[in-house]
């Protein structure tokens, strides 16, 4: 019998967004892992160097681009370098994003709501605008479609999150922009939404006592499988999304949160 030993991602180029901490991270050296080379993008230029360093280390190619997702200029031309350089890209996720600042929604700042919305939702919809309209025109190297778009979203863009509105706005935001694109850019792209729920990353401040703390503020239910999550917890829905294994999947939002939302 036939052990699945093969590397999913072989030969695959993926940009990956937000690559130089958490759960970015963890997503680029598991693809890394599988075969692919990556695009680590972040504005934390130190942390993306560190995370190349890592997939180097791997035995893999990598290319870091500083560039801000929020900013159209910044995020087409990241787009033209990583086609000028490797000529396609075949794997887009959209992992960069901050939480913001914690408010009740009457007296969230408007600057603080920009600020959320233009990282998580117009930072999503910038660069699979801008990869998309490559990614269209490339050749079908690894299969019957051209590419593949990852977003993530969260559990609460699926239940809201209070005190942090803006927050789980943009991740529901996320998971509509998911729909859209997974229409429009039908059969040649699938695109699906990653939706984690608690893990201990940048966002958290790496600590598992800020998210006991911020699940109860934010009114959420336990966690069922009795553990806080790590970023390496996301890696493989990740890595099945990017692979020939979800071909048949487009337009969906998936939990891997360890049993705190249902739907
Ligand atoms: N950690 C969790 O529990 C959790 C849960 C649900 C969803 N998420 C989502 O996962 C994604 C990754 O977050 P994380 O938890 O790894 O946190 P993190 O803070 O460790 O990583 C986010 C990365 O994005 C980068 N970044 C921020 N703004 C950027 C911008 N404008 N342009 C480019 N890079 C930018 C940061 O510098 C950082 O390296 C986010 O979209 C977040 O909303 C995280």
Redesign the pocket.
């Known amino acids: 019998m036939k052990e699945f030993s093969e590397q999913r991602l072989s030969g695959r180029a993926a940009l990956v ?10 997503i680029s050296l598991r693809y890394a892992r599988e075969g692919a080379n990556i695009i680590v ?4 230029l130190e ?2 160097n560190e995370t190349a360093k890592m997939i180097k280390e791997l035995g893999r190619k990598a290319m870091v681009i500083k ?5 159209s200029a ?1 995020v087409e031309a990241m787009v033209e370098k990583a086609y000028k350089d490797w000529g396609r890209i075949d794997i887009l996720v ?6 913001g600042i914690p408010y009740l929604i009457i007296e969230e700042p408007e600057p603080e709501w920009d600020r959320v919305m ?3 939702l117009k ?1 999503t919809w910038l660069c699979s605008k801008f990869v998309a309209l490559r990614m269209l025109k490339q050749e079908k190297k690894f299969g019957p479609l051209r590419g593949k778009i990852i977003n ?5 863009g699926k239940t809201a999150f209070s005190h942090i509105g803006a ?1 789980s706005a943009s ?1 529901f935001g ?1 998971i509509g922009l998911t729909q859209v694109f997974a229409k429009e850019l039908a059969p040649d792209i699938t695109v699906n939404a ?11 401040l ?1 600590s598992e006592e800020v ?1 006991r703390e911020s699940m109860k503020q934010f009114k959420s239910p336990e966690i069922l499988v009795g553990r806080i ?1 790590k ?1 390496e917890d ?1 890696a493989p829905l990740a890595t099945f999304l990017a692979s020939n294994d979800s071909d048949y999947m487009t337009g969906q939002a998936i939990n891997i ?1 360890g049993g705190v939302e249902f739907h």
């Open positions: 967004t937000g690559s130089g901490s958490g759960i970015g991270r963890a993008n972040d504005i934390n942390g993306a560039a801000d997702v929020s900013k910044e959209n992992n960069a994003g901050i939480s233009n990282t998580n930072g993530t979203a969260s559990i609460a927050y991740k996320v990653i939706c984690p729920g608690f893990h201990v990353t940048g966002i958290y790496n998210i999550g970023a996301v949160d």
